[in-house]
């Protein structure tokens, strides 16, 4: 049975999630879960959504927050910080090969810039720390995970075992294939083409798909904003509110930490062109309900 703090949460997703929809399919999703719709409803498309499922039993309401990437996982776990995590990022475990562990390395560094904190067990474990404990703390604290399915990957002793506890979680799981196609519960996930790529390519395609996925783009939205902030030059400034600019959802606090950002940060409001594009991000949203 749901606490009533856990309602109030899966309802704040949801809503969150669920009103960057079409009007049409809001209330083609409410109806499928059980939930009332309105034809006469004139507030927010957020409100709508409260609204409608408020009074939804904990099943349904449980299904429809998995249904737009959300689980009572997500939320944040006290005390839980493990140093090899950036903070304010998204959190990326990488199953890989212990001999691929230079090109894991160089995908790491590569997935920095979009606001993704990646996880490679032979550069992030301290040799005096417990291996196998530094492993599920990543596993049990990261929001996603992709494996890098080179030739050998499927013989390992630890990679299946890393996709087994991130399915367990309900992660999202990517597969990256370089010679090594999807096996077994794997083969049903997104995979993409490894083999001739940069790692910078696979990392822009990663990106990408994280900011579009359901379950993860929430999360991604939250990270990136973070990043915006945090600009230090105004290279990443203009490089940073491209990747805003690309979102597909929107939280309402996000609008002013960006305005805010533009006054506080000299690195953002010096970027040519930068503070418009903050102004046009948040009219647009605006539009929206935002």
């Not at 083969?187 to 083999?195: D, W």
């Not at 491209?242 to 006054?263: C, M, Q």
Request: hydrophobic letters at 40%.
């Amino acid at each position: 049975m749901l606490t009533p703090s856990q309602r109030i949460t899966l309802l704040k997703e949801i809503s969150d999630r669920l009103s960057t929809e079409d009007w049409s399919l809001v209330d083609v999703t409410l109806s499928q879960f059980g939930m009332p719709t309105s034809d006469t409803w004139r507030g927010s498309s957020k409100a709508y959504v409260l609204e409608m499922a408020k009074g939804a039993p904990d099943q349904p309401l449980l299904e429809l927050a998995q249904h737009v990437g959300y689980s009572l996982e997500e939320a944040p776990k006290p005390g839980v910080d493990p140093p090899f995590w950036r903070k304010g990022m998204f959190r990326l475990f990488l199953s890989h090969l212990s001999p691929k562990k230079a090109y894991a390395a160089e995908l790491q560094e590569a997935l920095l810039p979009y606001g993704i904190t990646a996880f490679v067990a032979h550069n992030d474990i301290e040799p005096t720390l417990e291996w196998q404990g530094q492993i599920e703390m990543a596993l049990a604290t990261a929001d996603s995970l992709v494996a890098l399915l080179h030739p050998g990957f499927h013989a390992s002793n630890w990679t299946d075992q890393e996709i087994g506890f991130a399915m367990g979680r309900g992660l999202p799981v990517f597969a990256v294939r370089f010679g090594q196609d999807p096996y077994g519960f794997i083969g049903r996930f997104q995979g993409f083409a490894g083999n001739g790529k940069e790692p910078k390519v696979i990392a822009r395609e990663l990106f990408d798909a994280y900011r579009k996925s359901k379950q993860s783009q929430s999360r991604m939205a939250e990270a990136l904003v973070t990043l915006f902030e945090e600009s230090r030059s105004f290279a990443e400034a203009k490089a940073r509110v491209g990747h805003l600019e690309n979102l597909d959802v929107w939280r309402p606090g996000f609008t002013p930490r960006i305005e805010a950002a533009v006054d506080a940060n000299s690195q953002i409001s010096g970027s040519w062109d930068v503070p418009e594009r903050v102004a046009a991000l948040a009219g647009k949203w605006a539009a929206k309900g935002f």
